[in-house]
């Protein structure tokens, strides 16, 4: 079953790193990514640019608006997902739980991935039948 993993992180304490404490945090986290690849755990993942890079959308007035930066206002950022393959729940915090971000401070957040396969075919099936006469 897949679990996404949420990263977050203080961005205040992680722009008071030195150069070398950011290396060596940066260095044992891909060295647990490794060994998750080599283990067959690791199904994705990406970190993202700062919260200075986003752009929130939602609707107002009948359209689409955007506000510069995340929606909530928070210490922690979120700075990556990561996609993990895990028998259950407990297997995922498992994994996580080893991870060496916990120690420098990171938060994640792990939620099950949904299926929507069978929400996705009954959308077609419906929507096949309102272009059909």
């Known amino acids: ?3 996404l993993c949420f990263g977050y992180y203080d961005k205040g304490k992680f722009d008071g790193m030195t150069e070398s ?10 060295e647990y990514d490794d060994h998750l690849r080599a283990s067959g755990h690791w199904a994705g993942g990406e ?6 890079t986003a752009l929130t959308l939602y609707w107002k007035n009948g359209k689409v608006a955007t506000t510069d930066g995340p929606y909530a206002e928070t210490k922690e950022q979120l700075g990556g997902i990561l996609v993990l ?3 259950d729940m407990n297997h ?5 739980g080893q991870h060496p971000a916990l120690t420098y401070g990171n938060i994640f957040e792990i939620r099950p991935a949904a299926d929507m396969n069978e929400a996705m ?3 077609e099936q419906r929507r096949r039948q309102v272009v059909a006469p």
Not at 21 to 30: G, H, S, V, Y
Not at 47 to 52: C, D, K, N, S, V
Request: hydrophobic share 45%; net charge neutral.
């Open 1 to 3: 079953m897949k679990y």
């Open 21 to 30: 404490e950011r290396n060596a945090m940066f260095d044992t986290c891909f």
């Open 47 to 52: 970190a993202l640019q700062g919260p200075e």
């Open 85 to 87: 393959e895990a028998r």
């Open 92 to 96: 995922a915090v498992q994994l996580i």
């Open 121 to 123: 075919k009954a959308s």
